[in-house]
């Protein structure tokens, strides 16, 4: 579409917007005409499409955004020949309260701890002055 192309506002048909700037023309206008708002429906394939609610339905049948009036991108689902069964979790392997057991009861951390160090891992703490 021309961005230059000029587009009439549904709720003032004295407006004519540029096609680039009609869709916040469209947010303003609906604020300041709210009556005229509250008959319009929006189009479920482009939002810029206000019709009267009673035409809707038409207009859904019609519209030039329905994804049923083009061309498929993708081929139809074929049936499945056999539903799959609900899926099962496979059974658990690990068992949590029989490694906490064999490691015993670890020492609380304390930051700065010589305890907490790691052998052969040598720290260096530096004193802040």
């Known amino acids: 579409m021309d961005p230059e192309r000029l587009l009439q506002c549904p709720y003032d048909k004295t407006h004519q917007i540029r096609a680039c700037r009609f ?7 609906r604020e300041n005409n709210r009556k005229v708002a509250a008959e319009l429906a929006t189009c479920p394939y482009n939002a810029r499409h206000k019709v ?3 035409e809707l339905q038409l207009h859904i049948a019609t519209c030039s955004n329905n994804p049923a009036e083009t061309e498929a991108p ?4 074929t049936e499945l020949k056999e539903m799959p069964g ?3 979790c496979p059974p658990c392997q690990e068992d949590w309260e029989a490694d906490a057991d064999g490691l015993g009861a670890a020492a609380p951390f304390h930051l700065g701890s010589r305890e ?14």
């Open 23 to 29: 869709p916040y023309h469209l947010v303003k206008c």
């Open 52 to 54: 009267p609610k009673r």
């Open 74 to 77: 993708f081929p139809p689902k």
């Open 86 to 88: 609900a899926w099962q």
């Open 116 to 129: 907490n160090r790691l052998l052969g891992t040598p720290q260096r703490f530096s004193k802040c002055p």
